[in-house]
Every structure is written in C-alpha cells, then in structure tokens.
C-alpha cells in the first residue's frame, strides 16, 4: 500500500506561480512513475506531467515550458513547479504514483487561478 498526501494548491492570479509536492510513504521501494493529473469542472482528468524512476519526464502540450514535475527526498516526494498560471489552469490537481503496476491516487489539491 502506499499513501499519498498532496500540499501547495491555492490561489493566484493570472501570471503568478505554485508548487505543488506529493509525498508517498508506505510501500514505496516498487514505485515507479510519478504523476500529476488535473480536472477541472465538467472535464475528464488529463495528464499534466509524469516523472519515472530514472528522472525521464513528459509534459502535456498546454503545460509544456510552464510547469517543471521533479522528485525529491530520495524519490519519495514528487514537485510540480507551477509558472505563468493561466485561468485555464484552474483544477483539482492529483497525484498518481504506480507502485507494482497497481495506481495509488492522491486526494486532490484545489488550483484556482484568477485573470
């Protein structure tokens, strides 16, 4: 079993910037790739960027030179640096980690970005 919990959502205008950590404890000695998920109202969840255990990361199109993902505390904790937010941007953020081939999420953290 692995446990997440998520911190940093907020608030912010339009141009200004958050950061966002999830830290994993539990069994986490088979976690392999780190996520970050969004969904904003009457939307589907997307990938908004990934991060493997051999620091190779992916990022979605409408992220792409804006937010940085990376790992941190031996690989437990995983960033998104969030830059430039754009009202677009608004969501409920999630963290996914897939720990043998199972996917353990995140409880959500609230983005709400403002023009």
């Known amino acids: 079993q692995v446990q997440l919990v998520e911190s940093g959502g907020g608030s912010v205008q339009a141009g200004g910037s958050l950061r966002l950590s999830c830290a994993a404890s539990?069994?986490?000695?088979?976690?392999?790739?780190m996520n970050w998920y969004r969904q904003a109202p009457g939307n589907q969840r997307e990938l908004v960027a990934l991060?493997?255990?051999?620091?190779?990361?992916k990022y979605a199109d409408f992220v792409k030179g804006r937010f940085t993902i990376s790992r941190e505390n031996a690989k437990t904790t995983v960033v998104l640096q969030m830059n430039s937010l754009e009202p677009e941007d608004t969501a409920v953020y999630y963290c996914?980690?897939?720990?043998?081939?199972?996917?353990?999420w995140g409880q959500g953290t609230q983005v709400t970005v403002s023009s």
């Open positions: 539990g069994t986490i000695f088979g976690i392999n790739a």
């Open positions: 996914k980690v897939v720990c043998w081939g199972f996917d353990y």
């Open positions: 991060i493997t255990s051999g620091g190779s990361t």
